[in-house]
């Protein structure tokens, strides 16, 4: 039978939308699992993109037996996806749960519940021309009676496997689920039944098969929290986040998968530890993820070095083990029924039952602003950079999908998905860097390059500028992030990076220094989580200060506050751009540190080139990417006027002075420089 085929399995991992990926399936396994789903896949768009199927179903070998769950409005569609599974899966699943707007649309999960003879007569298609064994996972109906009846009609379709979900779709997944209905459903039909919901502990597991005579239970958001669960333990959430990394690493995930779960795992961690959300949040690939694992390893360990294994566990004085967060049986009371005596939370005394409960829901509504959510662009281009390398892993040689594809996944809610460039550390880039829809690139002189040659120049030319001596040097001083918020140092990290795009696409690059880049610091971790390969960018850095850096005689700083107007450039000087975003406009900072230091500054000279077009009353002040743009763009054409014209944005309102203009000024300050003479000469007289 299908259910001694797939080892008579009591330990379910559930599907779960952005969790069930094939690093944290491996995890499972190792620590009980022995059976898994794949997440929600969209029937339709598995089964005509090839794009799609690479990324929403990804295996190995160690991951059997797999179900994978599809969702899907119609039999043909099943069909056709099925039929693209090969020997991917050892069961296909189709989705009778989901709830969403989206689902209305199809109708697909719940929704075809509405209409009962037709989706008896998809099931029975499908079952009838599947090669492979079918099940379904349904929600309880509104009774028990017509649950019970839901589960014999599919049962009679074909299906040779259900889960039972114990809530009911208009529970949204709140509440407890219901054992007694799950029970009555097992007790009807004769095939194999799982129960899913109300697992928060290992000892959940048995009191459940108990209650429902259940032949395996499934679990979801508890595994999350703890992969360990099915294995009884409650290790430290760093040895978990550890291990799903190191899978990771292996088989590879999207930037949103990572977090989910490393959120759901530092979960009370973050609750006592508030400076490491953003960290999380900002985290956009391996390695920053990586980073954050380590950092946040050191902190817990610090923070319990002296904790007493001996002690039994407390669920709120011992947060950094993985467990379970309580789930409340009536959102508005507060309270859950007490459960069996030996579960070590749930023996707690009332008093400290309240206590976790009230940690609990103050960390739920705590938990938005201390991981605040990537915008929805930034998350794609990642996720999209995570796709190509899975492609060419997998030997794909469909990396695109057509404009007619994309919007037609667009028009059916699915995600869309367009290639990206490899993730090479020149491309990191994004306002300035575009992506290079063709096959070639156009260098200078006319030669028509492929895009791996192109970039090969650009990176020769980038290094070759590291040792020019005649190369323009130009440095960023990030050791005032003291002095910056978290919004104003993410401003000024992705101007580090529009610079560094911009300067290693131009012919004659600068030799680039990143100085005070202290590790540790909020400006290192942003640095390294915001910027793709930051890592390998071709500049020089260091954790030393300006004038311990360079010879302070050598160095120009460029402030906005300097009497002087930088009218030359000379190529023996640094010219060093002062890191400093600042929304509260703190006057002469980075002035004052200069001067401290002894060294000579300047600023670009936009009154002296440049006046205000009428009405205009934007600031002249420039950030430090568009002050790059400026020296470079002077250093290869000696104009300032075309220099500032490019460096400033349009909306600022400046605009370059006319000749006549140019000679105007002259004359006034050829004036007054007469009239000074001749009062000093009346002076002295």
Known sequence: SLWERLGRPRHVVAPMTLGSDLAFRLQCRR?????????????????????YRAEHLQSCSEDRPLAVQFCASNAEDLIAAIHHLGDQADLVDINLGWSSAKAAKGPSGAFLLADTAKLLEMVRAVTAASPLPIS????????????????????????????????????????????????????????PVISNGNIASFADIQRCLDATGADGVMCASALLHNPALFSAQSPPVWLMAAEYMQLCGKHLAPPSHIRLHLLHLYHRCLLHHRDMGPVLSTAKTLTAFNRFVTEFRQILEAAHKDHNDSQPFDAVR?????????????????KRPADDPDDQVEAAATKRRKEILEFDQGGEEDLQRLVPPISKTTERRFHRFALRKLLNKAGKAESKITDGQQQGEDANGADSHSSAEENDSEDNDDDNNKEDNGDKATEAGGETLNKRRAKALRRSRALAAQSNPDSLKIAVDLSMGDAMSDKEISRLVGQIRR???????????????????????????????????????????????????????????????????????????????????????????????????GICTARLPVDEIMTRVEGSTFAPVLSINQVYDALQTFAATGDWAEALTIAMPKRKGFRPKTAEELQQEKAKADSKDADSTEDKDKASA
């Open 31 to 51: 620590h009980g699992a022995q059976l898994a789903y794949t997440e929600m896949i969209h029937a339709s768009h598995f089964a005509r993109h090839a794009t």
């Open 136 to 191: 379904c996972k349904m929600n309880l109906c509104e009774s028990v009676e017509e649950s019970v009846q839901l589960a014999l009609q599919l049962e009679a379709a074909g299906i040779q496997m259900l889960a039972v979900h114990g809530r009911k779709t208009s529970q949204h997944g709140e509440g407890l689920a219901d054992w007694q209905a799950i029970k009555a459903v097992k007790a009807a039909v004769s095939i």
């Open 318 to 334: 011992d947060y950094w083990r993985c467990q379970s967060s309580l789930r409340l049986a009536d959102s508005s009371s507060g």
């Open 499 to 597: 610079m560094y795009g911009a300067n290693v696409r131009s012919e004659s690059p600068c030799h680039l220094h990143l100085v005070g880049l202290q590790p540790g610091t909020r400006i290192y971790r942003a640095c390294h989580s915001q910027n793709l390969g930051f890592e390998t960018y071709i500049a020089t850095m260091t954790d030393k200060s300006v004038e311990a850096a360079f010879d302070p005689a050598s160095v120009v700083y460029m402030t906005p506050d300097s009497p002087n107007p930088l009218l030359q450039l000379d190529k023996t000087k640094v010219y060093v751009f002062g890191g400093l975003v600042d929304e509260h406009i703190m006057k002469k900072t980075t002035l004052t540190k200069a001067d401290k230091a």
